[in-house]
């Protein structure tokens, strides 16, 4: 089916199916109870979840599979998101000129940047796209600031030409993007009982792209050329002595990469059109590093799971406060409900990255390959069970009646 394998294509139709049911499998608890604070189901993290998804996938391409590991995709990731603001202020607020323009931009700055920087291999390579990325940050924040408007940000606004749809909406107001006139704000509210769902357009759009893009990683990874990558990955002196040159490959695989990162980039302005230097900077970089480590650097699902994780994190933990752990801990005597308050404060809140660092800490030592080899131990688990049950049951019917 799609040209995968049975087991990709499996594998397929579970991301299809948790990501078209996303926004009723991360609300599991009812609104009115003291659980809702873990809910995940609005439309603005499910959105980031596909988003830094997306970007992650790309990422895996080339670190996964090549081995080399780039501190610099922030750049296209910024790239790309420039490169859609400036359609939205001069073509049209459809997101599909914006998402297109913001892949070959990124595409386009993917090629200079891997040229140069593929010119050496391990740290020096790392250090060469990290230098990069934070020349660019530079250049958005500063030289640039015609073209990136600098420290506040490349925004819309009513004097945008516009030349496809107009500068502003009917009401005079700055308008919305859109996707052929369904806007990415527009939500449907779905009530049952003490449950409540947000389906919301914006995300499906992300959905569309991601499943796309998760699709053309598995054909990436299953082709000759992800062969290739894989076998420079393991031993690229050995190959280069046979006689191979590597660095097309190589070059591919970081253009690629730069062009998942630019299409995260153009999701990010589709939902917000807003832009700024910050998303160029080492931080974000490391980010994504962590969300392919975490789920499992070289797998397909992996630099998924991983990027739901870290913004989970980062959106539901850091709002955790002291006056949600005292509701939580009320019927507790005062004094232990403030000594665990106490001793919880640190892990949540702007302390979120503390838990973080800590579970990844702790993913790296025990579990190397992330979370995937965390699924993997557990089905072995219950396939070992199983087994023991099923021959036990076939040595009892095989037994000879007396």
């Not at 996964?64 to 296209?76: D, R």
Request: net charge positive; charged share 10%.
């Amino acid at each position: 089916m799609l040209g995968l394998t049975g087991k990709d294509f499996t594998l397929f139709l579970i991301v299809v199916v948790m990501v078209v049911f996303a926004p009723i499998i991360l609300n599991p608890f009812p609104v009115d109870s003291a659980m809702a604070q873990f809910n995940a189901g609005y439309p603005d993290l499910m959105q980031r979840f596909l988003i830094f998804g997306i970007f992650a996938v790309g990422f895996n391409i080339l670190f996964g599979l090549t081995g080399y590991l780039s501190f610099g995709h922030a750049a296209f990731l910024g790239a790309g998101s420039y490169a859609g603001v400036w359609m939205f202020k001069l073509l049209s607020m459809n997101v599909l000129p914006a998402i297109l323009v913001a892949m070959v931009v990124a595409g386009l700055f993917s090629v200079v940047i891997g040229y140069v920087s593929l010119r050496r291999s391990g740290i020096y390579f790392s250090i060469l796209t990290l230098a990069f990325a934070q020349m660019s940050y530079a250049l958005a924040y500063s030289v640039l600031t015609p073209i990136t408007n600098g420290e506040t940000g490349l925004q819309l606004s009513l004097n945008d030409p516009r030349v496809l749809d107009g500068a502003a909406s009917a009401d005079g107001s700055l308008p919305v993007p859109t996707f052929f006139g369904l806007e990415m704000r527009d939500s449907w509210d779905v009530t049952l009982g003490g449950w409540a769902f947000t389906f919301n357009a914006g995300y499906y759009l992300c959905a569309i792209f991601m499943l796309v893009a998760f699709y053309v990683a598995i054909r990436i990874f299953r082709s000759p050329f992800g062969m290739m990558l894989r076998a420079i990955k393991s031993n690229q002196q050995r190959m280069n002595y046979t006689g191979l040159n590597t660095r097309p490959y190589t070059l591919a695989a970081f253009v690629i990469s730069g062009m998942f990162a630019g299409l995260a980039g153009g999701l990010m302005v589709s939902m917000d059109p807003l832009a700024g230097a910050e998303r160029m900077q080492w931080t974000r970089s490391g980010e994504v590093v962590l969300m392919t480590i975490l789920g499992g650097a070289g797998t397909l699902i992996g630099p998924v799971l991983g990027a739901g994780f870290i913004k989970y994190f980062e959106n539901i933990f850091s709002k955790i406060n002291d006056n949600v752990l005292h509701g939580w801990f009320a019927f507790l005597p005062d004094g232990l409900e403030n000594a665990i308050v106490w001793i919880l404060h640190p892990f949540v809140g702007k302390g979120w990255h503390l838990t973080l660092g800590l579970l990844f800490m702790l993913v790296v030592i025990f579990l190397p390959g992330g979370l995937v080899e965390a699924g993997q131990r557990i089905g072995r688990l219950f396939s070992r069970k199983k087994k023991p049950a099923d021959a036990a049951q076939k040595s009892t019917q095989s037994t000879p009646a007396e």
